[in-house]
């Protein structure tokens, strides 16, 4: 199964600021995703990251606030821009190939301050 | 639109005994359910899925059954252990859809 790395970790931020959470897959995968999950809480698709082409953005996400970067098959980055307290949330990389289970990440903790 | 409900939200079991959490999906047409199981500090990791042309599949004290009739799902983790304790989470998909529809996630906490 793919291994998927993400960084930072975490991190505490000022507002206003901006932070871009780096993704790398140890293998080619046709489909990367970015979610948000705020603690106890499921899992929220903020958008499909596409090889080659503009992000998939989900209903209440918009590429000025979550720009998404996708230069290749192994690799995603995304920026939470102009961040304010309720940013502060775990944002989750994912990955998957066609017809292979989707697999996550660590996560980033980001808190606002 | 798509939805799984997820039952029970918090589950306390005796070490050694059964534990069941239960899924209902929306969209007939979902084909793949897969379950994930999440750690404290940790990413989701997938522990079992099953399609639906598959009524049930087993990996050691993990199962998960299907009844596509009822749309329902269930994990079954037996004979528990202090490090099966952690959220799990059901999800569902149609294989025409690239993303999963998630349930509201269960507390399992193993009892020593």
């Known amino acids: 199964s793919a291994v998927i790395s993400q960084k930072p970790s975490r991190d505490i931020c000022q507002r206003g600021t901006s932070l871009t959470i780096q993704c790398q897959v140890d293998s080619q995968v046709t489909m990367m995703f970015w979610y948000r999950q705020q603690p106890g809480q499921s899992l929220t698709l903020i958008a499909t990251?596409?090889?080659?082409?503009?992000?998939?953005?989900e209903s209440g996400f918009v590429i000025d606030k979550f720009p998404i970067s996708r230069p290749n098959l192994t690799f995603s980055t995304l920026t939470v821009s102009n961040m304010s307290p309720e940013d502060s949330s775990i944002y989750l990389c994912?990955?998957?190939?066609?017809?292979?289970?989707?697999?996550f990440g660590d996560g980033t903790r980001l808190s606002i301050l | 639109g798509e939805n799984v409900e997820q039952h029970p939200s918090t589950l306390s079991v005796q070490e050694g005994d059964s534990a069941v959490i239960k899924c209902t999906y929306s969209d007939s047409a979902s084909n793949y359910f897969p379950w994930y199981k999440q750690e404290l500090g940790k990413g989701p990791q997938l522990i079992i899925d099953i399609r639906s042309n598959v009524g049930e599949k087993k990996d050691q004290r993990i199962a998960v059954t299907l009844n596509k009739t009822a749309k329902h799902f269930s994990l079954h983790i037996t004979e528990t252990q202090p490090e099966d304790s952690a959220v799990y989470f059901c999800?569902?998909?149609?294989?025409?859809?690239?993303?999963?529809?998630w349930g509201a996630g269960t507390k399992l906490i193993i009892k020593p």
């Open positions: 999800a569902a998909r149609r294989d025409s859809n690239y993303q999963l529809i």
């Open positions: 994912s990955a998957r190939d066609n017809n292979q289970p989707q697999h």
């Open positions: 990251a596409n090889q080659g082409s503009e992000a998939t953005y």
